[in-house]
């Protein structure tokens, strides 16, 4: 009797144990997709010309933004750096937006490989930026994230997070265009060639030229790769932005000169 009451126990705690570790795995993915914010995209809107942006963060993104505000509202207000931010806001629509059928709609792509590296220096490096306006992802998939993150661990982290509940400036640019986007722009620039693309926009909707912001020549995005591990994560985890956009010549690049 005594060895079927020690049965019992110890096939009661057992199983409590193994409900206690279900729960908690419950409990962990729920945080995980309640802390997630779903993302929509920022479309910046030119009503007068009829044009419109679909927001590439870490794509020069800042620099398009305010290029656009001159044929908007004037290279008074495009100059001035109040009245620019109060333009931009103005002009910034998220999420689905009635009329775009009718508006011609481009984005800019980036190397993901560079953009990840800068996504990384502007959010978890830029201790500047980071003190006056808090780490953006203190409550990001419920702490996940961490300030104190190198960039393989960063990079080993984003790796495991599906674009559905990606920020946005990790977030696959594929996913954002094809899935994120409920408007598809009928022109997808690459960023390494904006100075060949751009002017055409220029002249047909009365932006002012690129004044490139937040780029920075102090750094090469290779140096971040330290080893091909890291190197091939990025590249699977982004793999169809590097064969849709163009970039596998970038991957091959950084892989010849870890070796040098």
Known sequence: MGEKVDFMKFFTVALFDRLRRVVKLIVHAGKFFVAGKI???DYL????????YLVMPKAACTSIKRSMVAAAEGEQV???VEKRRAAIARLMIRGKVKGLEDKYVFT?????FARLVSAYINKFEDMEKIKRSGFLYDEYLG?????SDSFEEFVRKIAKIPDRVCDRHFMSQSYLVDHLAPHKPQDIFK????NESYPSLVERFGFSSLEFANRSASYDYRDYYKNKDILDLVFNRYREDVERFGYQSDYQAIKEYMAN
């Open 39 to 41: 993302e929509k995209p």
């Open 45 to 52: 809107i030119v009503e007068d010309v009829g044009v419109a």
């Open 78 to 80: 495009a100059n001035n």
């Open 108 to 112: 800019y792509v980036r190397n993901p």
């Open 143 to 147: 702490g996940y994230l961490k300030l």
């Open 191 to 194: 960023l390494e060639e904006i």
